[in-house]
């Protein structure tokens, strides 16, 4: 059976956006955003909400004429992954392999994790929050950032509280550390 992942970038406070919105602070420099792509081969399908998705759909049609080899990469690996969007106010995808859904169903996605021969991704915190409280999310991968922001989006629920266990880390030469936890079940 394939693992939901929740990844996100979040400052040492735990916010994946200040209080104004910004997240330009967690941009992941060359090293780290090798690793990302490293940790994205091994997902099949991208779980998304509509903010996350926009901020992503970018890959879909950027040109890497050029661009340094982890930026093609990224592109080629988004271009190639399943991509599921949570979302009542977008009238259609704009991106290849990617289908719509109006609401999240947890029962549903615990049949595609069943069903899956590669792990999913959900990404953004609004539905993270959802896949979390439901209990079907099987693993966290953080990249702290080295910044106290003091406010803003959370990367991580209220009101939840889960068992983990510690899986791997990674210190960068930027400052980043990420840690991957397992939800302990």
Do not use: C
């Not at 209080?19 to 330009?24: A, I, T």
């Not at 950027?62 to 080629?76: K, Y």
């Not at 990249?143 to 922001?149: A, E, G, H, K, L």
């Amino acid at each position: 059976m394939a693992k939901l992942i929740y990844s996100a970038i979040t400052s040492l406070d735990g916010y994946v956006a200040d209080e104004q919105g910004n997240f330009d602070w967690s941009k992941p420099d060359d090293e780290v955003h090798s690793f990302v792509n490293d940790l994205e081969r091994d997902v099949g399908t991208h779980l998304l909400g509509r903010r996350m998705y926009e901020v992503l759909a970018v890959w879909e049609t950027m040109n890497t004429a050029g661009q340094a080899p982890h930026i093609v990469d990224f592109a080629e690996i988004w271009r190639a992954t399943d991509k599921v969007v949570y979302s009542r106010t977008l009238d259609a995808p704009t991106t290849g392999r990617t289908r719509l859904e109006r609401e999240f169903d947890p029962r549903t996605v615990a049949e595609m994790k069943e069903a899956a021969d590669r792990d999913l991704a959900v990404g953004g915190p609004n539905l993270a929050t959802s896949a979390i409280e439901a209990g079907i999310v099987d693993e966290l991968h953080l990249f702290v950032s080295p910044i106290v922001v003091g406010g803003g989006k959370q990367s991580l629920p209220d009101g939840v509280r889960m068992q983990l266990e510690l899986r791997d880390e990674r210190r960068f030469g930027n400052g980043v550390v990420y840690l991957a936890y397992g939800v302990r079940r």
